[in-house]
Nanobody, 115 residues
Framework: VQLVESGGGLVQPGGSLRLSCVAS????????MNWYRQAPGKERELVLG????????KLADSMKGRFTISRVNVKNTVYLQMNSLKPEDTAVYYC?????????WGQGTQVTVSS
């Protein structure tokens, strides 16, 4: 199983980023995919998940209306669109899949929101 994230970077408050995660090593279309994030000194937290059928998990209030998740199964890719970014969104963002009871993670992509 391999998960490769990309799309992070430095963005000003109010800006947007789209993160991508390309998956391999399993039948992507059959599994739910998740985005997590971990800010310095904080625990890793779930940002959004998307089921194999495209249904999404509930967003935390701090992210409602700003973050959306999507997937393109033919590309084995899951996306996280982040709009109206805030400094508190600064974190390393990780792609995740749970297979047969085990969690698999990408290497993470850094998102820094700063003026």
């Amino acid at each position: 199983v391999q998960l490769v994230e990309s799309g992070g970077g430095l963005v000003q408050p109010g800006g947007s980023l789209r993160l991508s995660c390309v998956a391999s090593g399993f039948t992507f279309s059959l599994y739910a995919m998740n985005w997590y994030r971990q800010a310095p000194g904080k625990e890793r937290e779930l940002v959004l998940g998307i089921s194999s059928a495209g249904g999404t998990t509930k967003l935390a209030d701090s992210m409602k209306g700003r973050f959306t998740i999507s997937r393109v199964n033919v590309k084995n890719t899951v996306y996280l669109q982040m709009n109206s970014l805030k400094p508190e969104d600064t974190a390393v963002y990780y792609c995740n899949v749970r297979l047969l009871g085990s969690n698999y993670w990408g290497q993470g992509t850094q998102v820094t929101v700063s003026s």
